[in-house]
């Protein structure tokens, strides 16, 4: 296993490479520069220029390439035209505000998802089935940005129980209680904002499992030993239908620093979807590129953390 | 087919009955109506006792084996009758009482052991469950006791086999670990419920055999639901025939395969193939068994595919005879049956 594992690790480094290459052409085909944004009339094109040589914007294609490849090789992801600070400390900053925030989305949609989930499956076809799917559809179409301007409204200007934007108190001192329950009570709305829309997937998957495992012959044989249904249900159904929202979760894990534009945009949220907005809006290159190649990254990453963590709840699947 | 003095001696040591079936009625809802997969069923077994019960796909064999148990949904499912069972009527018990027997009492074979145990569970833990659910062994000693049971059953290395999962072992070794579950508390009555299908012929033999040699130890009842009429041959006692539903011949094994009478029974006998028939031609019922949907609950049901025999040779609620002792035939079409093609004639 560990061997496949080390050749999975080796195959992403083409992977990588390639993706690396269509990335820069990309970015070469976006129109204008950092610079192009800061020209007003009183600019002297001379300095623009100046400026452009400096970034090494006008050396040939692969000069450029070469230089980014072998710096990035180094850790040097370069600096932010915009943020003026590097990109490393930047995605930094921004990814661990991003983490907190889809780690408690992600749980919330956990803690929602699977007991509807289970419910649903469970009693198939009942009133209490027919609302949650009905829920699981509605909350499906309605578009992120108007639940999260509702919330905001609703929640945080006129009833004013959560703060609408930032991402902690500035007069709460770095290390206190009071610091970190800032930070949480700052995460929570537009946490819920995300889970009450992001349990289709979730919610659907587990219900048909569950109306699927039900029928199988397993579940049978396990009524015929004499097991209480409730038990038939936790030890043999239940259990069999997580398999693929397992499956799935390398995918989660890895995208927990994907981050949401339009979460972080309402909520004056710092984070990694709305840097990578704001990055291509500001032609702001090296944030691009890094931003995409890491999420390639995670992708590849994400997809092998699934086949592995599958081969540890499925006994059918090993990793050869 | 076992010898005559083994019957009788059968019949002297095994007179009680341990089960028995009265008037049972088992239908599905379709739509908006029921519908009758098992129409009026009677039957009864006895101690020590393999009862088979034969007749193609969709006669509702399966049906009947797993009204047994109570094992079908009760929102889409109606049950009414007698199952009659150690003084109390199935039909009647509520879903503790009956997980009490389940399992306990009544150890249930399916047909497919590959889908039958559960993919995600060690065979031991499967085993386990029964012994937690029905006895009142601590762990240590059920451990042991899934250990002993995979023994008994003829497996080769019961510690390994007891850690490893469904997928690794072969489909003989699978079927006899669901022996193992069904046998794990003793039961009274064993229901195999096409236990041989899945399996390729020699291994059927082993598993037929595994089966009388776990009987021969408890004395539990066997059910034996099958449309192979040569396992039938091989190991049963008695054998009822279904048809559409209902039970169309009861019959010692013997009767039935030297004497059989109703016209579905002798039609089934006759679609074995043989060497020694000179016809490359297989025999074959005509038609199919009618579905649930499309049943006439009037006349012989079996009429539609014997229709060279004349309508009125058919009685109009055809009824169980019994022609011999223990030998009961339904409708009186059989008296005046001739393959198609041959000439009628008398059979009485």
């Given at each position: 296993?560990?061997?496949?594992?080390?050749?999975?690790?080796?195959?992403?480094?083409?992977?990588?490479?390639?993706?690396?290459?269509?990335?820069?052409?990309?970015?070469?085909?976006?129109?204008?520069?950092?610079?192009?944004?800061?020209?007003?009339?009183?600019?002297?094109?001379?300095?623009?220029?100046?400026?452009?040589?400096?970034?090494?914007?006008?050396?040939?294609?692969?000069?450029?390439?070469?230089?980014?490849?072998?710096?990035?090789?180094?850790?040097?992801?370069?600096?932010?035209?915009?943020?003026?600070?590097?990109?490393?400390?930047?995605?930094?900053?921004?990814?661990?505000?991003?983490?907190?925030?889809?780690?408690?989305?992600?749980?919330?949609?956990?803690?929602?998802?699977?007991?509807?989930?289970?419910?649903?499956?469970?009693?198939?076809?009942?009133?209490?089935?027919?609302?949650?799917?009905?829920?699981?559809?509605?909350?499906?179409?309605?578009?992120?940005?108007?639940?999260?301007?509702?919330?905001?409204?609703?929640?945080?200007?006129?009833?004013?129980?959560?703060?609408?934007?930032?991402?902690?108190?500035?007069?709460?001192?770095?290390?206190?209680?009071?610091?970190?329950?800032?930070?949480?009570?700052?995460?929570?709305?537009?946490?819920?904002?995300?889970?009450?829309?992001?349990?289709?997937?979730?919610?659907?998957?587990?219900?048909?499992?569950?109306?699927?495992?039900?029928?199988?012959?397993?579940?049978?044989?396990?009524?015929?030993?004499?097991?209480?249904?409730?038990?038939?249900?936790?030890?043999?159904?239940?259990?069999?239908?997580?398999?693929?929202?397992?499956?799935?979760?390398?995918?989660?894990?890895?995208?927990?620093?994907?981050?949401?534009?339009?979460?972080?945009?309402?909520?004056?949220?710092?984070?990694?979807?709305?840097?990578?907005?704001?990055?291509?809006?500001?032609?702001?290159?090296?944030?691009?590129?890094?931003?995409?190649?890491?999420?390639?990254?995670?992708?590849?990453?994400?997809?092998?953390?699934?086949?592995?963590?599958?081969?540890?709840?499925?006994?059918?699947?090993?990793?050869? | 087919?076992?010898?005559?003095?083994?019957?009788?001696?059968?019949?002297?040591?095994?007179?009680?009955?341990?089960?028995?079936?009265?008037?049972?009625?088992?239908?599905?809802?379709?739509?908006?109506?029921?519908?009758?997969?098992?129409?009026?069923?009677?039957?009864?077994?006895?101690?020590?006792?393999?009862?088979?019960?034969?007749?193609?796909?969709?006669?509702?064999?399966?049906?009947?084996?797993?009204?047994?148990?109570?094992?079908?949904?009760?929102?889409?499912?109606?049950?009414?009758?007698?199952?009659?069972?150690?003084?109390?009527?199935?039909?009647?018990?509520?879903?503790?009482?009956?997980?009490?027997?389940?399992?306990?009492?009544?150890?249930?074979?399916?047909?497919?052991?590959?889908?039958?145990?559960?993919?995600?569970?060690?065979?031991?833990?499967?085993?386990?469950?029964?012994?937690?659910?029905?006895?009142?062994?601590?762990?240590?000693?059920?451990?042991?006791?899934?250990?002993?049971?995979?023994?008994?059953?003829?497996?080769?290395?019961?510690?390994?086999?007891?850690?490893?999962?469904?997928?690794?072992?072969?489909?003989?070794?699978?079927?006899?670990?669901?022996?193992?579950?069904?046998?794990?508390?003793?039961?009274?009555?064993?229901?195999?419920?096409?236990?041989?299908?899945?399996?390729?012929?020699?291994?059927?033999?082993?598993?037929?055999?595994?089966?009388?040699?776990?009987?021969?130890?408890?004395?539990?009842?066997?059910?034996?639901?099958?449309?192979?009429?040569?396992?039938?041959?091989?190991?049963?006692?008695?054998?009822?025939?279904?048809?559409?539903?209902?039970?169309?011949?009861?019959?010692?094994?013997?009767?039935?395969?030297?004497?059989?009478?109703?016209?579905?029974?002798?039609?089934?006998?006759?679609?074995?193939?043989?060497?020694?028939?000179?016809?490359e031609k297989l025999e074959v019922i005509q038609g199919i068994v009618p579905t649930l949907t499309k049943l006439s609950k009037h006349g012989c049901r079996f009429s539609p595919r014997i229709p060279w025999i004349d309508e009125s040779k058919h009685e109009k609620e055809p009824q169980l005879h019994e022609i011999s002792p223990g030998h009961f035939v339904r409708?009186?079409?059989?008296?005046?049956?001739?393959?198609?093609?041959?000439?009628?004639?008398?059979?009485?």
């Open positions: 296993m560990w061997k496949t594992i080390a050749r999975r690790f080796l195959i992403m480094i083409p992977q990588l490479f390639v993706l690396s290459i269509f990335i820069f052409i990309l970015a070469q085909f976006m129109p204008g520069d950092p610079f192009s944004g800061l020209i007003t009339p009183q600019t002297d094109p001379n300095r623009i220029e100046e400026l452009r040589e400096l970034a090494g914007l006008n050396d040939p294609v692969y000069v450029q390439y070469w230089n980014w490849i072998v710096n990035m090789f180094q850790g040097d992801f370069g600096d932010s035209y915009t943020f003026k600070v590097s990109v490393a400390s930047l995605i930094g900053d921004r990814g661990l505000n991003t983490l907190w925030l889809s780690l408690l989305s992600v749980f919330l949609v956990y803690l929602i998802a699977i007991p509807l989930g289970v419910i649903a499956g469970r009693y198939q076809n009942s009133l209490k089935d027919k609302t949650i799917v009905l829920y699981s559809f509605i909350s499906y179409a309605i578009p992120t940005f108007v639940l999260g301007l509702i919330f905001v409204y609703v929640f945080g200007y006129k009833l004013q129980w959560f703060p609408t934007s930032g991402t902690k108190d500035v007069e709460e001192k770095a290390g206190t209680l009071g610091y970190y329950w800032s930070i949480i009570y700052h995460l929570l709305l537009p946490a819920i904002t995300y889970a009450v829309l992001g349990t289709t997937a979730i919610i659907q998957y587990l219900r048909s499992e569950i109306i699927d495992a039900q029928l199988q012959d397993y579940v049978k044989t396990a009524r015929s030993k004499g097991i209480p249904m409730k038990k038939v249900y936790s030890r043999h159904i239940f259990r069999n239908s997580l398999l693929p929202i397992a499956a799935f979760l390398g995918f989660t894990i890895t995208g927990l620093l994907g981050g949401s534009f339009f979460i972080e945009t309402i909520f004056g949220y710092p984070g990694m979807g709305k840097l990578f907005i704001d990055s291509i809006m500001a032609r702001d290159y090296s944030v691009i590129t890094t931003l995409i190649m890491l999420y390639g990254f995670l992708t590849l990453l994400g997809s092998l953390l699934s086949d592995i963590i599958l081969s540890i709840v499925d006994p059918r699947i090993r990793i050869e | 087919m076992k010898t005559s003095e083994e019957v009788l001696a059968n019949n002297l040591k095994s007179s009680n009955e341990i089960l028995k079936i009265n008037h049972l009625r088992t239908s599905f809802r379709i739509k908006d109506s029921y519908y009758d997969a098992v129409d009026d069923v009677s039957l009864s077994l006895k101690e020590n006792e393999v009862l088979a019960i034969v007749g193609e796909s969709g006669c509702g064999k399966s049906t009947l084996a797993t009204s047994i148990v109570g094992l079908h949904n009760p929102l889409n499912t109606k049950v009414t009758g007698e199952i009659l069972y150690n003084g109390s009527n199935i039909v009647k018990l509520k879903e503790d009482d009956l997980n009490k027997i389940r399992g306990n009492d009544i150890g249930f074979i399916f047909q497919d052991p590959l889908s039958a145990l559960n993919p995600l569970m060690r065979i031991g833990d499967q085993i386990e469950e029964s012994l937690f659910f029905h006895t009142k062994l601590d762990e240590q000693q059920r451990k042991k006791r899934v250990l002993e049971l995979l023994d008994q059953v003829g497996i080769i290395n019961p510690k390994r086999v007891a850690r490893q999962f469904s997928h690794q072992l072969s489909g003989g070794m699978r079927q006899r670990v669901m022996i193992a579950i069904a046998i794990a508390c003793k039961p009274k009555i064993m229901i195999a419920d096409e236990p041989t299908t899945a399996l390729d012929v020699t291994i059927q033999a082993q598993i037929l055999d595994l089966l009388l040699d776990l009987q021969a130890e408890t004395n539990a009842g066997i059910i034996l639901i099958t449309h192979d009429l040569g396992v039938v041959a091989e190991v049963a006692d008695r054998v009822a025939v279904m048809y559409a539903g209902q039970i169309i011949e009861i019959a010692s094994v013997q009767e039935l395969f030297n004497n059989p009478k109703h016209p579905y029974t002798r039609s089934l006998l006759n679609s074995i193939p043989q060497v020694e028939r000179e016809s409708c009186t079409c059989w008296k005046n049956f001739h393959f198609d093609g041959e000439k009628g004639g008398s059979h009485l």
